[in-house]
């Protein structure tokens, strides 16, 4: 198998009804299908969880919650919502000096984007 620096691969290993994920949301969509916002989660690099539910604002609407966390000590009860994560193996902080750790990419899962001054498989060398 070969794994691109830019391809993704991502496994949606839990689902979690009546909770949401709280304080990690990135983006918020408008969206009817719980599978769409799964797809949108795959696509956006920095996703590894998701909320999905009814809007608050309308009964016909529901909204997809992309999150940046699998922290499971944020998990919240809401009703009507489901919850959904990856095998995050962004969890453990694999990226040294404030590298920013990617879930999906690689052999070995993930890939670190090294702050400005660092490279290196897991941004350990400074320049």
């Not at 620096?5 to 983006?27: D, M, P, S, W, Y």
């Not at 969509?29 to 920095?46: A, G, P, Y």
């Not at 920013?100 to 070995?108: L, R």
């Amino acid at each position: 198998m070969v794994f691109a620096e830019t391809c993704r691969i991502i496994q949606f290993v839990r689902k979690v009804n009546e909770k949401a994920l709280e304080g990690h949301t990135i983006t918020t969509i408008s969206s009817n299908k719980v599978d769409f916002c799964e797809t949108r989660c795959f696509l956006n690099h920095d996703c590894v969880s998701y909320n999905f539910g009814p809007s608050e604002d309308n009964d016909d609407t529901y909204v997809c919650e992309l999150n940046n966390s699998t922290d499971n000590r944020r998990l919240k009860p809401k009703a009507m919502y489901v919850y959904s994560e990856t095998k995050d193996s962004c969890r453990s902080n694999p990226c040294l000096n404030n590298g920013k750790c990617q879930y999906g990419f690689t052999a070995k899962t993930f890939r670190c984007l090294c702050s400005v001054g660092f490279t290196g498989e897991f941004c350990e060398r400074g320049k």
